[in-house]
């Protein structure tokens, strides 16, 4: 494992709550957004303004952006943006989801169930962020209905070279849609579809409140996907990667792979606590928060796959990368793997991970503010 410090603007030390100190606070009913000295307390304790990167050599898990972590981190961005009331009807909505006992309160913790109601109910809409992701590991029927893969990406071409280029650009596979067309099979959405269909499902008068709860969980996860620079594009060649690398899924390092590493980059199995702490330190550092807010004035889901694949053809696949790349296209025609990558790529892909979790924050709140 990799561990890497980003430093925000403000100097903060490190520290941690002891599990006997986070129950106090959270029976004591404190809320970040609401009690500002305690907001202020618990940003010193968990060194909310040094954010800890963290690479997690571990096996392929395609298209889990951000990981649970990551998700909730946006959520939980997203919940300190909106107005105390349309919290509460997001919340009411989503305890109107058809699994809502065996997936949300069932799981809660104990810690957050003897705490005080906004907290529970935060976490609850936080969960709502990683619901998606829960839903692959369904059965059967379940699975079926509830799991839609390719919704969570889309695979706008990287090319490895010319020659690529004029080989695939003229009969790719990949669906690069940006809007939906009449006819379109829901199943086979991208990310762009899916994010128009699931937001007009939440607007529409004739869709039940338990449908909707569900399309409400795929916004929140789908707003954090659109963020990721690997869920926005995949790399091209004529040998190796002729269908693309899968958003950086076949592109191997060390034990894990391209996309695992970006997925790891806000975090990996955070407390509760810890997640609400990393979210209020990127919230206070002031060049994140004009950031996000400038962010929630451009709601174009293309815009924000545009900005995502920029970051990938520019940041995410690397000289050393596509180097990596070319030398396997010519010898064997299939990707060899790398032993690691320079540590500046990763404080790198840390600081974007960074503002484009401020940015998918305040978005979220935005699109979700405006779907009543």
């Known amino acids: ?177 940006t809007s939906i067309k009449a006819g379109d099979d829901v199943l086979g959405f991208n990310i762009i579809q899916a994010l128009e269909y699931c937001v007009a499902q939440l607007k529409d008068p004739s869709v039940s409140q338990a449908d909707k709860a569900v399309y409400f969980c795929w916004v929140m996860h789908l707003v954090g996907d659109s963020h990721q620079p690997l869920h926005s594009s995949a790399l091209f060649s004529r040998r190796m990667f002729p269908e693309g690398d899968r958003g950086g899924n076949d592109i191997r390092i060390a034990k894990s792979n391209l ?3 970006w997925d790891g980059l806000l975090g990996n199995s955070f407390k509760d606590s810890e997640i609400v702490g990393q979210a209020v330190g990127i919230e206070r550092d002031p060049a994140n928060k004009r950031l996000g807010e400038s962010a929630a004035g451009d709601l174009n889901y293309v815009t924000w796959i545009n900005e995502s694949h920029e970051l990938a053809r520019e940041k995410g696949y690397s000289v050393e990368i596509l180097e990596a790349a070319r030398v396997s296209e010519a010898e064997s025609g299939k990707f060899q793997k790398l032993s690691s990558l320079p540590q500046s790529y990763y404080r790198q892909a840390g600081s974007i991970a960074v503002k484009r979790t401020a940015q998918a924050g305040w978005r979220l709140a935005a699109v979700l503010e405006g779907v009543k």
């Open 1 to 177: 494992m990799v561990i890497l410090k980003y430093e925000f603007c403000i100097n903060v030390g490190v520290a941690s709550l002891s599990r006997q100190s986070r129950s106090r606070q959270l029976r004591s009913g404190f809320h970040p957004s609401t009690e500002p000295e305690k907001r202020d307390l618990i940003v010193k304790r968990f060194a909310l303004l040094t954010v800890f990167v963290l690479f997690l050599f571990v096996t392929v898990r395609p298209t889990q952006a951000w990981n649970y972590a990551g998700h909730r981190i946006i959520a939980a961005i997203a919940w300190d943006q909106l107005t105390p009331g349309r919290r509460m009807e997001l919340v009411q909505l989503l305890k109107q989801h058809p699994r809502f006992e065996q997936d949300f309160q069932s799981r809660m913790p104990q810690i957050i169930k003897d705490a005080t109601p906004e907290i529970q109910a935060r976490w609850l809409f936080m969960r709502a962020a990683t619901w998606p992701d829960i839903a692959r590991s369904f059965k059967d029927a379940d699975r079926e209905k509830y799991h839609h893969g390719t919704w969570h990406y889309i695979n706008q071409p990287i090319y490895l070279d010319d020659a690529s280029k004029n080989a695939l650009s003229k009969q790719l596979s990949a669906n690069v849609a």
């Open 259 to 261: 996309h695992s590493q």
